[in-house]
C-alpha cells in the first residue's frame, strides 16, 4: 500500500498542467468535484435538517414529559397539603377515627401512583395511615426525609426525598413528598409524608417511545436520580452531581447539547429543563445511531450513485487519454529530474515542497500524523573553508546516503532542504517513530566516521531537529516546519550533535507563537 501511495505521489509531482492528458484529466476532476460538491450539499443539507429535527423533538419530549411530571407532583402535593389542612382543624380531628381518615386522606385516591399518606409525630412514629386504621406501627427518624424537616428548625415547605425503599409496601422504590407540622408554638411537631412509587414515574416514561438506546431521566437539582426509563444498569438513588454532564446542566434552566453519557457510553442528543420551581430536573437523550440511522441509508445511497457515475465518467476518460499519456511518458521523465537535486541524488526543494502539499492533504483528510525531520552538517562551512568544496561536495553526498538509509519506506521523503541542511518528510508517523528515524540519522553520520578538524568532536556530524503534529483545520502546515527548525536551533545551541524534539504542539504554536523556544 505504501508504495503504491508513493507511485502515486511520484506521478503527482511530476503533473504537467500544460499537457493534453492532464488538461483533459484537470476538466474530469473538476467536474467530479463539482458533481461531489452536489452530493456533499444535498448530504449536508439533510444532515443539518435531522439535527434540526432531533432537537426540536428532544426540546419537546423534555417539555412534554416536565408538564406531567409538574402535575402529577402538583397532584401529590394537594394530598399532603390536604391532610396537613385537615389535622390543623379541631373539628375534623374531633371526628370519628373511620370518618377522619376518609376526610384527611380524600385527595389521595386521585392521585395514581401514590402509595400511602401518614403523618409522622415527632419521634417519627406513624399516627395517622391512609391504608390502614388503626395504622400500622412503625417508625421513621431515621429517614432523610424526616430528619430535613426535624433538623432546619423552620417550614423549608415541600420536601422531595431521595429514593428509599418503603419498608410499609414490601421494599418497593419509592420518594417521599413531606411536609412539616408546626406546633402553635412554632415547634417541631411531625411530618406529612406522602409515598410515590418510582415504578409509576417509569412507566410515564416508558409510554414516551424515543428508541432502544434513547433515555429520558429524572433527578433531584443535587444530581440523585430518581427515575429512569432505559433498562441495564439501575441508577436509582446514585448520585450524578460530579458527572461533565450534569455540571453543564445544573445553573441553566432549559437547553440542548449533545455528548456521550458516562453511564452507559452512549452518544445522544440531550435536551433538559427545570421542572416548574421543584428542585427537579428532566432529560432527554436521543441516541445519535439511531437518530442518524435515516441519514447514513441516504448518505450510502448518494455514495452508491456518485461511485457508479464517477466509476463510468473515469473509464471513458481513461480510455481516451491512454494514448496521449503514453506519448507524456518521455516528458514527465524529464520532469521528475527537476525535482531531485543532481549532488545529493535527494529531492530538492521544490521536490520537498509538493510532497509535503501532498502528504498534508492527505493528512488531513486522514487524520493521521505527519512528522518534520530537518538536519543540518554541524560547521559545515569550517569544513568547507579548511578542506575544499569539492571535499565538502563529498561529505555533503555522504551525508545525504546516510540520511536516506534512515528513511527506508516508500513513502519517505528525504530532500536537500537548502545548502547544507537536509530534510525528511515522514507520513504516517507519530513523534516516537520520528525520534527513532532522527537517532538513527544521527547514528548513520556518526559511522561515516568523516574527519572534521574543525569541529569539537573530531568528525562530521549533524544537528537534528524533530517535530509532529496533525494536519488540524486549525493548523497551518508552515507550523511543522517552524516548529522542526526551533528543535533544530535548539540542538544546535545545546551542544551540537544531537537531536531534539519540539515541545509545542503546531496547535498551540498558532495560537502562541512566543512559546517557541522557551
Known sequence: MAAERHQGRKALLNWRPAATPSRVWAVTAIGLVVMLAFFVAIGRDFYRSTLELTDQQARNVATLVEQEIARDIELYHLSVQAVLDGIADPEVMAEPPRLRQITLFDRSTTAQGIGALVVLDAD??????????PVRPGNFADREYFRMHRDAGYDIGLYISKPFQARLQGNIWSISLSRRITRPDGSFGGIVSGTVKLDYIR????????????VITLLRDDGIVLARNLGGEDLTGRSLGTAPLFLYIRNRISGTFRATAQTDGVSRFYAFTRVGSLPLIVTVGLSEAEVFAAWWDKITMLSVVYLLMAVSILALVGLFTSELRRRETAELAQAALARQDNLTGLANRRGFS??????????????????????????????????????GDRV????????????????????????????????????????????????????????HPLSDYGIVTVSVGVATTLALSNVEQS????????ALYVAKQSGRNQVRESNVSAADFNRQPMRIGA
Do not use: C
Open 354 to 391: 509538493e510532497a509535503f502539499d501532498s502528504e498534508w492533504q492527505r493528512a488531513a483528510r486522514e487524520r493521521g500524523p505527519l512528522s518534520l525531520v530537518m538536519i543540518d552538517i554541524d560547521h559545515f562551512k569550517r569544513f568547507n573553508d579548511s578542506l575544499g568544496h569539492l571535499e
Open 203 to 214: 412507566q410515564r416514561f416508558a409510554n414516551v417511545h424515543l428508541g432502544a438506546n434513547s
Open 124 to 133: 417519627g412514629s406513624i399516627v395517622l395511615d391512609s391504608l390502614s386504621s
Open 396 to 451: 555533503l553526498a555522504s551525508v545525504a546516503a546516510a540520511v536516506r538509509r534512515a528513511a527506508q519506506r516508500p513513502a519517505d521523503l528525504a530532500a536537500r532542504y537548502g545548502g547544507e541542511e537536509l530534510a525528511v518528510l515522514l507520513p504516517d508517523t507519530d513523534a516516537k517513530g520520528a525520534r527513532r528515524i532522527a537517532e538513527m540519522i544521527l547514528m548513520n553520520v556518526r559511522r561515516l566516521d568523516e574527519p
Open 479 to 486: 507550523s511543522l516546519i517552524t516548529l522542526a527548525d526551533a
